[in-house]
């Protein structure tokens, strides 16, 4: 297979490429090339998207394209550029508004599409709505195609300092702060798995929409396996929602934050989207011991990887608080 992986020197764009080229296939990444190195015995043609693509992109012929793109004038610019293979599209779970409710891409409701490009970063809302957008333009303007809509994207590699914590933090040992109740919902996918499941998808030629997401757990059983991975022989102790705001503690991820941890009930439904129909289109995941193991491995070798999420004496200091509430 000819593959064109628009992106390809970071994280998911970069581990497909990787898996493709595992796999013998012919592997080109289009990018500017300043977010890393291509993964090895990949071609790389030089392309900043918000100009019109190169003759090397323009209808030489690829079997499929991936993409990664949040922007929709990039996502034009390439649709037209190569219209006749089959294209893998990731999205992100941020195309639901509905975050309190559970669902499948067939039940759930979209953002109103953001046609225009707007900074991605602004808001996850902003984000969720240009995907939407994003997503007609690959399904409206390609031969076939496929979206794929990632819930939160771990494993080794992982530039965004999220998941990275809890192996840091279960590795430290100790009595560990546990956010929420151990039954709150919590789901995640390996960038691995879900980078094997676009390979497979691109020689398929896979159609449909999907959404990129592992088993739905309770983040007390998460823990229990990611403790599993990581050898950790410490404790757990839960610290209530309402306790940890009151304590300044934020959730999901940066310097304040508890990556993994999202208010109740409003994300009740984020954190369970029902993974059945991805399974069975073929998605497999490893273990939370696996992926955690691993992304202990990657983070002790990988000087300046990136860790958000409390430090150990904020951690402290709010244990401390609650065991004398
Ligand atoms: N991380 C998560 O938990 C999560 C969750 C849900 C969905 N997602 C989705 O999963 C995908 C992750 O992709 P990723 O890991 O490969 O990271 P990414 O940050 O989405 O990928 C960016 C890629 O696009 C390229 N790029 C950026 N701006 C460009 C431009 N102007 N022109 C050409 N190329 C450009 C970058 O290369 P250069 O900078 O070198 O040009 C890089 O290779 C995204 O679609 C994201 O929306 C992620």
Request: negative net charge; contains cysteine; aromatic residues 8%.
């Amino acid at each position: 297979m000819r593959l064109l992986v628009l992106g390809g020197t970071q994280f998911l764009s970069h581990a497909v490429a990787a898996e493709a080229l595992g796999r013998g296939h012919d592997v080109t990444c289009a990018c500017r090339g300043v977010s890393g190195e291509v993964a090895d015995g990949a071609e790389l043609i030089v392309w900043d998207r918000a100009d019109d693509a190169p003759p090397d992109v323009t209808g030489t012929g690829w079997d499929a394209v991936v993409d990664v793109s949040r922007v929709p004038s990039h996502v034009r610019r390439a649709v037209a550029a190569v219209p006749d293979a089959h294209w893998v599209f990731v999205s992100t779970i941020n195309v639901y508004p509905d975050n309190h409710l559970p669902g499948t891409p067939a039940t759930s409701r979209l953002h109103e599409p953001i046609t225009e490009d707007l900074d991605p970063a602004s808001s996850p809302e902003a984000y969720g709505a240009m995907k939407v957008a994003c997503e007609q333009i690959v399904t409206e303007g390609t031969a076939s195609s496929m979206v794929i809509r990632p819930g939160l994207i771990v494993g080794p590699g992982d530039g965004t300092g999220r998941f990275t914590y809890w192996p840091w933090r279960l590795d430290r040992g100790g009595e560990v702060l546990a956010p929420g109740s151990p039954d709150d919902s919590v789901q995640i996918i390996d960038v691995r798995d879900l980078a094997g499941w676009i390979v497979d998808s691109a020689e398929s030629r896979r159609t449909g929409t999907y959404d990129g997401v592992g088993e739905i757990l309770g983040i007390g059983e998460l823990l229990a396996q990611a403790a599993e991975g990581t050898g950790f022989d410490g404790s757990f102790t839960w610290v209530d929602q309402g306790f940890l705001g009151d304590q300044g503690v934020q959730p999901w991820s940066g310097d304040d934050g508890i990556p993994l941890w999202l208010p109740r009930p409003e994300y009740d439904g984020m954190t369970a989207h029902d993974p059945t129909p991805s399974f069975e289109a073929g998605l497999g995941v490893r273990s939370v011991a696996d992926t955690t193991r691993d992304t202990l491995a990657w983070l002790q070798e990988t000087p300046g990887a990136a860790r958000t999420g409390i430090s150990s004496e904020v951690e402290a200091r709010v244990l401390a608080a609650w065991h004398t509430r």
